[in-house]
């Protein structure tokens, strides 16, 4: 067996870093999250002050639907912000989490086949076949997941893109139904 107690302790070591910067992130971005969130809830409580002094001062049906039409546009403009600004957390997050992921795999695939050429080393005669076979399953595995990985990070820039696409539309809507108005 070439299995030492070093390299069990090494893939220890490995493993626990790996659930501490994983734990690390989930922290960060549930504090971001949480920080947006009292954001919200600050200019909220702001808002609804503002909101209640604008219809003590109302005097008249068309001032009332003016206000309404006023709040309408403010809260799907800070509602498409704050939709905004969740989907860069947990776009930062994806591609954090997706690094970590790509390096535990790189280090994974450099150990597994630093112990296939140990292997190799103390392999009996006669074993190519069985080596070849390893070796080569080994190079199908890292090609199959490099493969997944290009098209996991394309599926994700076209989701990004589409997303942000998506928002600047709803944001021009907005504009123009404003502007529509004013008019």
Partial sequence: MFTTADQVSDFNKSAIEAFMGVAKLSFDTTERVFGLNLEIGKESFAEATKTAQALAEIKDAHGLLELRTKLTEASVEKALDYSRNVYEVATHTQSQLSAMFEQQTAELNKNFAAA????????????DVAIAAVKSTVAASAAAMDSITKAAKQVS?????????????????VKTTKTSKAK
């Avoid at 296939?116 to 074993?127: L, Q, R």
């Fill in 116 to 127: 296939v050429e140990k292997a190799v080393k103390s392999a009996p005669a006669g074993a």
């Fill in 157 to 173: 820039n076209f989701t990004d893109a589409s997303v942000k696409a998506s928002t600047e539309a709803a944001a021009a809507a």
